[in-house]
């Protein structure tokens, strides 16, 4: 098993070299990996947007933005700079501390949980113990800002709008968090790092979908659900909700919710992405092929390639779950509020629970399958 | 340096993330425009005047669901130490946990008999 590259360790050796105290370098290490990553949450904002906007052209047979920069790839940066310079209302009704607290509360957890987030085996903010609980956790604090902002605008519109969220988030988190649970068990461990590598060394075949073919739809269904895509955007459904608990934001505090929901379904693609499809692992191990070629694993331009392959990996397969998620939005309607509970409670719970016990029963009767 | 070792990362990025919005509101706030008039801060509903507020009393039909949902998070959190630590308990941790979800399902049972899922 190779070690990949360790930034964090050369950065700090180099440092060191050159006559800094240790601790000094760490400190100097420690807010560049977490600024990397809010650049690239904000940089993934303005693809997804702009990928969302030509795919759903697309779909549509329409051209989509195009004035905006080559291909209209800028139009996510207009619109955020628009909305730089746009008035903020706070309605006269309205409790203003709570309708600024609002939007966020909504964002701050979603950028939150970027920290467990692994594009390598050491390319991490950092390795928390654990790791994949803290997305569960975080991901129930969203609920509280969009009630929150739901009923601080004194409108009815706003607060039937966020008492929808609230249920919607609630009722699919258990089968999310149950999923999760079932892969926690064939990986003994919550941490993210040790997810990835427990599905590693068969390349295409160790990935977790194929053991957990069911938790793989309730994860799939219950993310969608919680990020309120289409089919189950019903807290801020158009047609009937004007916006939800969004309708009466203006400027950035509207911005932040945009924000918010974007970050939000990058960040479970890639959850998705490392829970269930092998996170930086290629389909084709890149240990074995190297083994086969002859190439020892501490080569430093193998481990360079490695590092960056990983990368690349994981935001591919995020991406192309992006896509499907883009694509779901154009082909299934929006389920009505009883359907929606139903589908929850009723089926997706039930399942989840029996997706848990009978992992552990394979696991108790295939040790070597399910991870020991 | 803290007690907890390795989660300064934790605190550093809780920090950085608080911030954005921060940044993002007082930016807006300095850069944005600012108009005039009391009609722009009423409460939108669809063009009418708005009839009474929304901080009324009402039968929030999600409250059953709400008792539901703390039930079934408190046993997800009670079965995340069983399930990382299960390579090491094996066969009887196994009934056990069946058992603690068994009653739980029974609870479930009930609660859906009782119409307390429906959406009525």
Not at chain 1, 113 to 127: A, E, N, R
Not at chain 1, 296 to 315: E, F, H, R, Y
Request: glycine content about 8%.
């Amino acid at each position: 098993m190779s070690q990949g590259i360790d930034l964090q360790d050369s950065f700090i050796q180099l440092l060191v070299q050159l006559g800094l105290p240790t601790g000094l370098a760490k400190a100097l290490w420690l807010p560049l990996p977490m600024t990397l990553m809010l650049i690239s949450a904000t940089v993934s904002i303005f693809v997804t947007v702009w990928l969302e906007r030509k795919i759903s052209a697309a779909a549509q047979q329409r051209i989509g933005p195009e004035y905006a920069g080559p291909l209209g790839t800028l139009q996510a940066a207009a619109d955020g700079v628009k909305l730089l310079f746009k008035e903020d209302i706070v309605p006269a009704q309205a409790d203003s501390i709570l309708f600024t607290l609002g939007p966020a509360i909504v964002v701050i957890p979603v950028f939150f949980s970027l920290l467990i987030v692994p594009f390598g085996q050491h390319m991490v903010i950092t390795d928390l113990g654990i790791g994949i609980f803290l997305w569960i956790a975080m991901s129930s604090v969203t609920p509280i800002g969009l009630l929150m902002s739901g009923y601080s605008s004194n409108n009815k519109y706003s607060l039937l709008g966020g008492l929808r969220a609230a249920a919607q988030s609630i009722s699919y988190e258990i089968p999310l968090a149950l999923s999760v649970l079932a892969i926690v068990m064939m990986s003994n461990s919550l941490s993210t790092i040790d997810i990835v590598q427990q599905q590693s060394g068969y390349g295409i075949l160790g990935w977790n979908i194929w053991r957990q073919p069911v938790g793989f739809l309730i994860f799939w269904i219950a993310a969608l659900a919680e990020c309120e895509r289409l089919p189950f955007d019903l807290p801020e459904a158009e047609e009937e909700l004007v916006a939800g608990y969004q309708t009466e934001y203006t400027g950035m505090k509207f911005g932040l919710f945009y924000v918010g929901s974007y970050v939000n379904l990058v960040l479970s693609a890639l959850i998705f992405a490392i829970l269930y499809l092998g996170g930086w692992e290629s389909p084709i191990s890149v240990d074995w092929l190297a083994s086969i070629l002859g190439i020892s694993d501490t080569v430093p331009w193998l481990q360079v390639v490695t590092a960056s392959l990983g990368i690349m990996m994981t935001v591919l397969k995020a991406y192309l779950l992006v896509f499907l998620a883009v694509l779901l939005r154009w082909t299934v309607p929006r389920v009505r509020i009883d359907q929606l509970l139903d589908l929850g409670w009723k089926f997706l719970l039930p399942i989840a629970l029996v997706n848990l016990l009978l992992t552990a029963g394979l696991k108790i009767a295939f040790p070597f399958a399910f991870g020991g | 340096m803290f007690v907890l070792s390795g989660y300064e990362y934790f605190l550093v990025f809780l920090v950085i993330c608080c911030s954005v919005p921060v940044l993002a509101l007082t930016l807006a706030g300095l850069l944005g425009a600012k108009g005039e008039g009391a009609a722009r801060r009423t409460t939108y509903e669809s063009g009418m005047e708005p009839i009474g507020g929304a901080w009324i009393q009402f039968n929030i039909r999600y409250y059953m669901f709400a008792l539901v949902f703390v039930i079934f998070d408190v046993e997800t959190v009670f079965l995340y130490p069983w399930a990382v630590a299960f390579n090491q308990l094996g066969l009887l941790a196994f009934v056990e946990a069946l058992i603690f979800i068994a009653i739980l399902v029974v609870g479930l049972v009930y609660a859906w008999r009782k119409g307390a899922l429906e959406w009525s």
